[in-house]
C-alpha cells in the first residue's frame, strides 16, 4: 500500500520548506572548505557572548525538564515591553508560533490570507491543518499590497492574516501608518500575525511600536524571534505577543516543553546586551550598503530591503546559483517564491560580503562568455 494515502489529501499537497543548503552539506559534495554561507539571513557575528556563558551555565542542570511556563524569559520581556505574562507565548523558534496560530484557530476549510512572495511559513501552517491560503498578488516593488489584502480577508471572511514586516524574502517593508490603517479597518475577529522577524534590523526613522497596539487590536499576534539579530537560529527560540485570551488559546496547543532550557536561559541573557543587537545592526547597514552598491556595479537590479538580506535580479539565476556554489558561497534561490529569476543573498561579515560580490561577478563574466548554460 501506499502510506502517503493515509494522509489527509491537504497532507499529501504540501510542498515541503526548502532550507538554504548547510555548509557542512556543500563540503561533502565538492570537498571544499571556506564556504561562506550567505542563504539562510543568520547572524554572522555568531551569538552574544553573554548568551554563549548563559548557555553553559544552563547546561549544567540539563537532566532537568525546562520551565514549561519559560517564567524567567518571560518576565525578561514582561519588563522590556510592558506586557504581562499572559500576553506571551513561547516557541522553538518564531516558526512554531507562526504553527500555533493556526492549530488554535483554523479548522478545515477555513480561509488564511497572505501576500505573494511572503514567508513560505504561512501557506505550510495553514496547509497543514486543512485551511484554504489566499495570496493576494503583490503591490508594485513585490510589497505586500494591504488594501488588497484587507479587502480578501473581508470578502472572503478569513479567520487570520498574515504579515511580515519587513517581509523575507523581498526586505519589503510596511509604515506604521499603513499598518494602522489595515488593523482599523478589519473586523475584530479576523486574527493577524504580524510577523517581525527582522524588527530589530529597521532603520531609527522607520521603527515603531507594534506592542502598543495590542491594547486597541485584541485580534493581533505579534511574533519575533531569537534566531536573526539575537544570533541564535541554531537554538530555535521566540515569542509571540498577544491578548490574553488569543495567549490563552496557543499555549493550549503548544507542546509544554516547547522551548529547552538552553534556549530560555539563552535568550534572556540575549535579550539584555543590547550592545550585541546595536553592533549587529550597525554590521548590517554597512553590509548591506557594500552589498547594494556590489549589485548596482555589476548592473543587476535589487529590492531595496529593511531586512539583513536583500534580493537581486539575475538572469539564468539557477545555473548561476549553482555557480556560485562551486565558487563556495551559498546563496539562496527563490523560485519557489514566484520568483524564478532571482537570488537572495544574507548580509555577512565584510570579508563573505566581498567573496560574494566578487564570485558573482566571475559568473556574470562566465556566463558573458557562454560558459554558464
Ligand atoms: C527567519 C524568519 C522567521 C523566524 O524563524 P525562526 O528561526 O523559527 O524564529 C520568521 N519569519 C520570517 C519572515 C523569517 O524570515
Not at 540539563?62 to 514582561?78: S, W
Not at 490574553?244 to 532550557?261: A, G, I, K, L
Request: charged share 20%.
Amino acid at each position: 500500500m501506499n502510506y502517503c494515502d493515509l494522509a489527509p489529501s491537504y497532507i499529501r499537497s504540501i510542498a515541503p520548506y526548502q532550507p538554504g543548503k548547510p555548509i557542512s552539506e556543500l563540503e561533502r559534495e565538492l570537498g571544499i572548505t571556506g564556504i561562506v554561507k550567505l542563504a539562510s539571513n543568520e547572524n554572522p557575528l555568531g551569538a552574544s557572548p553573554a548568551a554563549v556563558a548563559a548557555m553553559q551555565e544552563a547546561i549544567k542542570t540539563i537532566a532537568l525538564y525546562p520551565d514549561g511556563n519559560g517564567f524567567d524569559l518571560k518576565d525578561a520581556l514582561v519588563k522590556r515591553y510592558g506586557v504581562t505574562h499572559a500576553n506571551v507565548t513561547l516557541g522553538n523558534g518564531s516558526n512554531d508560533l507562526l504553527e500555533l496560530a493556526a492549530r488554535a484557530f483554523l479548522t478545515p476549510g477555513d480561509k488564511v490570507v497572505y501576500s505573494a512572495h511572503a514567508f513560505a511559513v504561512y501557506a505550510l501552517a495553514s496547509q497543514a491543518v486543512g485551511a484554504t491560503g489566499i495570496s493576494v498578488p503583490a503591490a508594485k516593488g513585490y510589497g505586500h499590497d494591504l488594501p488588497a489584502m484587507l479587502k480578501a480577508a473581508k470578502d472572503n471572511k478569513a479567520k487570520i492574516v498574515f504579515i511580515a514586516n519587513p517581509n523575507n524574502p523581498t526586505g519589503t517593508f510596511l509604515s506604521a501608518d499603513e499598518l494602522e490603517v489595515f488593523l482599523r479597518g478589519l473586523p475584530p475577529e479576523i486574527l493577524v500575525v504580524l510577523d517581525e522577524a527582522y524588527n530589530e534590523y529597521l532603520p531609527e526613522d522607520k521603527r515603531y511600536d507594534s506592542v502598543s497596539w495590542l491594547k486597541e487590536f485584541p485580534n493581533l499576534i505579534i511574533s519575533r524571534t531569537f534566531s536573526k539579530a539575537y544570533g541564535l537560529a541554531g537554538l530555535r527560540v521566540g515569542y509571540a505577543l498577544a491578548h490574553e485570551q488569543v495567549t490563552d488559546m496557543m499555549n493550549r496547543v503548544r507542546q509544554p516543553f516547547n522551548v529547552n532550557s538552553v534556549a530560555q536561559a539563552a535568550a534572556v541573557a540575549a535579550l539584555r546586551d543590547v550592545s550585541f543587537v546595536k553592533k549587529t545592526f550597525e554590521l548590517n547597514r554597512r553590509g548591506m550598503l557594500q552589498i547594494t552598491e556590489g549589485l548596482t556595479k555589476l548592473g543587476l537590479e535589487y529590492i531595496p530591503s529593511f531586512g539583513n538580506f536583500v534580493a537581486f535580479r539575475i538572469g539564468n539565476a539557477t545555473a548561476m546559483y549553482r555557480r556560485l556554489l562551486e565558487l563556495g558561497v551559498i546563496v539562496r534561490p527563490i523560485a519557489n517564491y514566484d520568483m524564478p529569476d532571482w537570488l537572495r543573498v544574507s548580509i555577512g561579515l565584510e570579508s563573505e560580503n566581498a567573496k560574494f560580490l566578487s564570485a558573482l561577478e566571475k559568473c556574470i563574466n562566465q556566463q558573458v562568455n557562454g560558459e554558464i548554460k
